[in-house]
């Protein structure tokens, strides 16, 4: 489902690479830029958004006392080159906390987090339903399926995400998807591996196949893997 976004920033760079992230975001359309709260505000009474991509330091009103005039705020992304404001960021539960200069791998990670349906009207369709994340791949925001991934396997920088019919290479690292995918279905096998529980074609207490492919089980893991397999 698309969501509409609205950037509040009075940093014309700054909005303008946020724009350009939105715009390489398949799920986002931006709806609006504003320069500060205040503009925000009037803005707000006209038009319906799902995002706000929100500023700190904006003039005449911060970026955090704007959060506390909103009664039924949407879900905020807070863009920030001061980390020090974090944690009361999140007391105000915001989806999650960018510190500029924003890469768009960073980007991506924090958008995944919005909640899949908007605050607007809609209807969604049996396909809408399958639980997915949109990862970065070649600098494209690319919907994965979460069903069709068999396994992840760790590399230098990056990770693999193989799929019965092809592998995408994205820039994130394994301990960072065993903590976002956790109760999804994935279990983490290896310092190098995780895979999809109900791909698993065959296993032994030092490895697994899925695909045709077989996979190591590191001595760390092999309690919790046999645990979750049914195996002691």
């Given amino acids: 489902m698309v969501q509409s976004c609205l950037i509040i920033e009075d940093e014309p760079l700054a909005a303008e690479i946020l724009a350009e992230y939105i715009g390489m975001t398949s799920f986002l359309r931006l709806s609006g830029i504003c320069n500060d709260a205040l503009q925000a505000l ?6 319906q958004v799902d995002v706000i991509f929100l ?3 904006l003039p005449k009103i911060s970026g955090l006392a704007f959060i506390k005039t909103l009664r039924n705020p949407p879900q905020i992304i807070i863009t920030s080159a001061h980390h020090e404001y974090a944690v009361e960021g999140f007391d105000l539960r915001v989806v999650d906390y960018l510190l500029k200069p924003i890469e768009f791998g960073r980007f991506t990670k924090a958008v995944n987090k919005l909640g899949k349906m908007p605050t607007g009207k809609s209807h969604p369709t049996a ?3 399958r ?3 949109f990862f970065t791949v070649n600098k494209r925001s690319v919907k994965i399926y979460l069903d069709e ?3 992840i396997e760790s590399l230098k ?8 019919h092809t592998s995408y290479h994205t820039h994130y690292q394994l301990g960072e998807l065993e903590s976002m995918m956790r109760n ?3 279990l983490r096998i290896h310092r190098s591996f995780m895979v999809a529980i109900d791909k698993i074609e065959s296993f032994s207490a ?3 196949e899925i695909n045709g492919r077989v996979l190591p089980i590191g001595r760390s893991h092999k309690p919790l893997v046999m645990e979750r397999l049914g195996r002691t």
């Fill in 157 to 164: 920088d990056s990770v693999s995400i193989h799929t019965p």
């Fill in 206 to 208: 030092a490895e697994l």
């Fill in 131 to 133: 639980p997915f994340y």
């Fill in 184 to 186: 999804d279905n994935f």
């Fill in 127 to 129: 396909q809408d339903t």
């Fill in 55 to 57: 500023d700190i330091n």
């Fill in 149 to 151: 991934i068999l396994f």
């Fill in 42 to 47: 009037e803005w707000l009474k006209q038009e």
